[in-house]
């Protein structure tokens, strides 16, 4: 079955800087992935998701790319912000067959003032 | 906008005893899911749920547990018999349609003691 990697488990980053979020994936299948932010106490929240048709997706702060010859792919968060401090987690999918997720085992980030 | 509910929040049982979790998935969504993470831990798939039966299980998914869509809204997860290690936080999840994204309920922290 599907094994994904993540790492860092923790990040902190000053307000204003950048922060990437790497994930290796084992199953060539996999063709869909998506990040979730999770606050405290909080649901699980998909902010960006990337298909295996494209390198690179953006909105606004928030980039993910995706090398599928290597099978990992990346969050990148550009001007972090405090509210941008949660567990983040990457997932994996075959897009046209099982739906099921598999998950990476977060990263805590911590923005600090 | 619409949202996955959960009840209740958090669930306290003795080992042994039968629990029923409860999901409200989002109303034209199709395809649902249960989802544990252990404390400090990943998020691991458990069964998904369509056309009124299970599509996929893990291995987590033992006789123990079991799945019902009692009506047209609810969507359940019942553990027969509790075990220590079924503490967890329980997160429902449903998808509109085939290979859409997932979205999550806030989750039932299940505590057997």
């Known amino acids: 079955g599907e094994n994904v990697e993540q790492h860092p488990s923790t990040l902190s980053v000053q307000e204003g800087d950048s922060a990437v979020i790497k994930c290796t994936y084992s199953?060539?299948?996999?063709?869909?992935f998506p990040w979730y932010k999770q606050e405290l106490g909080k649901r699980p929240q998909l902010i960006i998701d990337?298909?295996?048709?494209?390198g690179e997706k953006k909105d606004q702060r928030i980039a993910v790319t995706l090398n599928k010859t290597a099978k990992h792919f990346s969050l990148h968060i550009t001007e972090t912000q405090p509210e941008d401090s949660a567990v983040y987690f990457c997932?994996?999918?075959?897009?046209?067959?099982?739906?099921?997720?598999?998950f990476g085992k977060g990263t805590k980030l911590s923005v600090i003032p | 906008e619409p949202e996955v509910t959960q009840t209740p929040s958090h669930q306290v049982t003795q080992m042994g005893q039968e629990v029923i979790l409860r999901c409200v998935p989002i109303?034209?969504?199709?395809?649902f899911y249960w989802y544990r993470q252990i404390l400090g831990q990943k998020v691991e798939f458990l069964v998904s749920?369509?056309?009124?039966?299970?599509?996929?299980k893990s291995e987590i998914f033992d006789d123990q547990f079991s799945v019902e869509r009692p009506d047209g809204s609810n969507f359940t997860l019942k553990i027969r018999s509790t075990k220590l290690e079924d503490s967890a936080m329980y997160f429902c999840?449903?998808?509109?349609?085939?290979?859409?994204?997932?979205?999550f309920g806030p989750g039932t922290r299940l505590t057997v003691t």
């Open positions: 997932a994996a999918r075959d897009w046209a067959g099982s739906y099921q997720l598999t």
């Open positions: 199953d060539s299948a996999s063709n869909y």
């Open positions: 990337i298909r295996s048709n494209v």
């Open positions: 109303s034209n969504h199709l395809y």
């Open positions: 749920f369509y056309n009124n039966e299970i599509s996929e």
């Open positions: 999840a449903s998808q509109e349609r085939g290979p859409y994204e997932q979205y």
